[in-house]
């Protein structure tokens, strides 16, 4: 039996007007066990038409109005954590120990943030002298898109649309295809929150129907897109003829340094957990590259291997296991074509490799998605391993002689999400932060993320911070205001 999913708009559960559906798997077997509607511009259409409408109401609303109806709708979502969490487990593969404990009352406290912000909106006052002054106003923007993609729906739904509300806009979001079941059961908390109808609409599909509508949609004012660098560019082209204003949260390759002055068994266990993730290593900041110093890396690549050896792969519902399958069989063969091609091209298997059934005990669980952690040795960034983003649990160790070879090392990428680097040294940790090239630098921690800290991606990562204070600025479009006093 297989569970169906409907639509959010304008308060109400709906099919996709071509009665087409999308097939959701179970990434821990392969099989079926949802489905959602396959969207297309027509639903696109009325969802902008029901936000477009719950807009001006919503607008005028008084700020802390709205940072109580934000705080209803984040004690609902508490309320509702174990279950939501339950069917984003299942739906995508994450393990439930990071949605259940981490994700879903993160994303709870994310929208308690973002509602504390709402009353905090203002501008400036500009004085030019004699008797003429400007000011500046933060405005909403009006309707705007949300694309999600499928490696953390929920935390990510929770907080894209709560910091959208908390500036007065309206929202369509559209989730990933391959794991939207989580979002469009949690819309059934909105209403009951006291939220207006048409304020918050979610649209399945996939990227080429529902996703282009969004970016295409005259009647969206503002589209917050957050994927891969490869889609992040489609849709900057596509929004061309448009030229909404576009914020992009963008792919990694994030390296995570080890120099030998490194506390080694906080490093292990950092280097580890930065890659080898309950969601199988499918998160942009995943340290995919670790950069050890040449005096250790034997022994250090050791220490990972011992790390590796005691994650545990299976039932991602189960609160023991320690890491998912990958979440649906595009991205599953996206990782093997990684793993069958690094060897010829200059990256040697250090330990991991196995797939599929041979990776996971449980016989019942054979037809999941399954890698081990993996690590492969590179001499230096000329393998594809190195340069492009897996998203899966797979790393390569890259040795490095001096500290200035190690940020020369971290540095040779076009993408700027993340790094790191761990080391007793504070000079040399200051020093790091200023020359790692990315929106985080984490020194003796690594793959931390929080609601009050501001997150976005340099070079090809990204245009924006989001979270934090500064993070609210994207849903909101400045404005000029001139007076002669006469
Ligand atoms: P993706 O393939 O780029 O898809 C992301 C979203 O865009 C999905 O909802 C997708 O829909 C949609 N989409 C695809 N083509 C589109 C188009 N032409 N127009 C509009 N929308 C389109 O990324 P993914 O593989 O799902 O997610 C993994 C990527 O996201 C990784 O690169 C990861 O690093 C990045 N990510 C970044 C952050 C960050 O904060 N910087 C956070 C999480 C993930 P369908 O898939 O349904 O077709
Ligand atoms: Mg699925």
Redesign the pocket.
């Known amino acids: 039996m297989t569970t169906e999913y409907l639509n959010h708009i304008g308060g109400e559960f709906r099919p996709a007007r071509s009665a087409r559906w999308i097939d959701s798997t179970d990434p821990a077997t392969g099989e079926v066990w949802a489905r959602v509607p396959a969207s297309g511009a027509e639903d696109v259409d009325d969802a902008v038409a029901a936000a477009a409408a719950a807009f001006p109401a919503w607008r005028a609303t008084p700020p802390l109005r709205r940072a109580a109806l934000l705080r209803a709708w984040s004690e609902a979502v508490l309320a509702r954590s174990a279950e939501l969490a339950g069917i984003e487990s299942r739906d995508n593969g994450r393990v439930l120990r990071e949605t259940r404990d981490a994700d879903v009352p993160g994303g709870a406290l994310h929208i308690q943030y973002n509602a504390s912000l709402a009353d905090k909106i203002t501008g400036d006052t500009v004085h030019l002298g004699g008797t003429a002054l400007a000011s500046t106003y933060y405005e909403p923007f009006g309707v705007v898109g949300v694309?999600?993609?499928?490696?953390?729906p929920l935390a990510?739904f929770f907080a894209k649309v709560s910091g959208a509300l908390a500036a007065g806009n309206a929202v369509v979001v559209?989730?990933?295809?391959?794991a939207c079941c989580s979002i469009l059961a949690a819309c059934e908390l909105f209403e009951r929150a006291g939220f207006p109808p048409g304020l918050v609409n979610v649209v399945s599909?996939?990227?080429?129907e529902?996703?282009?509508a969004?970016?295409d949609h005259p009647g969206v004012a503002k589209l917050h897109?957050?994927?891969?660098?490869?889609?992040?560019r489609?849709?900057t082209e596509?929004s061309a003829a448009n030229l909404k204003n576009l914020s992009l949260?963008?792919?990694?390759k994030s390296p995570d340094i080890v120099f030998d002055d490194a506390d080694l068994d906080a490093a292990a266990a950092g280097a580890a957990a930065g890659i080898y993730t309950g969601g199988a290593g499918?998160?942009?900041?995943a340290g995919s590259r670790i950069l050890i110093q040449d005096t250790i890396f034997e022994e250090f690549t050791e220490r990972l291997r011992e790390r590796a050896a005691a994650i545990r792969l299976g039932d991602p519902r189960d609160p023991d296991t320690g890491m998912g399958p990958i979440a649906f069989a595009g991205?599953y063969r996206k990782v093997l074509s990684y793993l069958e091609s690094a060897p010829a091209d200059g990256a040697e298997p250090l330990f991991g490799g196995r797939t599929g059934a041979a990776a996971v005990a449980d016989p019942a669980l054979a037809g999941g998605y399954w890698v081990e952690p993996t690590l492969f040795a590179a001499a230096d960034n000329r393998p594809a391993v190195c340069r492009e983003?897996v998203?899966g649990p797979v790393a390569v160790a890259i040795p490095f002689g001096s500290e200035e070879e190690a940020y020369a090392l971290a540095n040779e990428t076009d993408y700027g999400?993340a790094g790191g680097a761990w080391t007793r040294d504070l000079n040399r940790a200051h020093r790091a932060i200023a020359a790692i090239e990315a929106g985080t630098v984490w020194i003796n921690t690594f793959r931390r993320i929080h609601w009050a800290v501001p997150?976005?991606?340099h070079k090809q990562?990204?245009n924006l911070p989001?979270n934090g204070v500064d993070g609210l600025r994207e849903w909101l479009n400045l404005k000029a205001a001139w007076i002669e006093l006469g």
Do not use: D, H, Y
């Not at 559209?174 to 391959?178: D, G, I, L």
């Not at 599909?205 to 080429?208: D, E, L, R």
């Not at 949260?249 to 990694?252: A, D, I, P, V």
């Open positions: 694309v999600i993609p499928w490696n953390a990510m559209k989730p990933a295809e391959q599909g996939t990227g080429p529902a996703g282009e969004l970016v897109f957050t994927g891969s660098t490869a889609t992040g489609r849709v596509r949260e963008l792919g990694g499918q998160a942009c900041v991205q983003e998203f999400l997150f976005g991606g990562s990204g989001a």
